[in-house]
C-alpha cells in the first residue's frame, strides 16, 4: 500500500490593509495550489480581480466577513470600496 499525499507544500498567512486604490494582495507564483482572500473587516465591501484596474464595477464583491479560495497561479487585486479594510491572505504552495 502507497502512501498518498494531500496538499500544498508550504502555506503563508498574512493580514493586509487596503485603500481605495487597487493593489496586489498575490504576486503571480506558477506553484500556487490556492489562495484565500477573507474581508475581516465588519462593514467594508472588497472588490477582488486579475488585474490593477479592479473596481467596484469589474471585481467580485466580498463583503465584510465573507471569503473566497482562488484556485490560480495569476496574482490577484483587491481594492476597498471605502476607507481602509484588512483582509486576511492565506496562500499554499508547492
Request: net charge positive; hydrophobic share 35%; aromatic share 8%.
Given at each position: 500500500m502507497t502512501?498518498?499525499?494531500?496538499g500544498a507544500a508550504s502555506f503563508?498567512?498574512?493580514q493586509n490593509a487596503l485603500s481605495t486604490n487597487a493593489e496586489?494582495?498575490?504576486a503571480a507564483r506558477p506553484t500556487?495550489?490556492?489562495a484565500v482572500v477573507k474581508n475581516t473587516?465588519?462593514?467594508?465591501?472588497?472588490y477582488i480581480g486579475e488585474a490593477d484596474t479592479v473596481t467596484s464595477s469589474t471585481g467580485?464583491?466580498?463583503l465584510a466577513g465573507e471569503s473566497i479560495a482562488l484556485f490560480?497561479?495569476?496574482a490577484v487585486y483587491a481594492i476597498a470600496a471605502s476607507s481602509t479594510?484588512?483582509?486576511a491572505l492565506l496562500e499554499e504552495y508547492e
Open positions: 502512501q498518498q499525499s494531500y503563508t498567512v498574512t496586489a494582495i498575490f500556487r495550489t490556492r473587516d465588519s462593514s467594508i465591501t472588497v467580485i464583491s466580498l490560480t497561479t495569476a479594510p484588512t483582509v
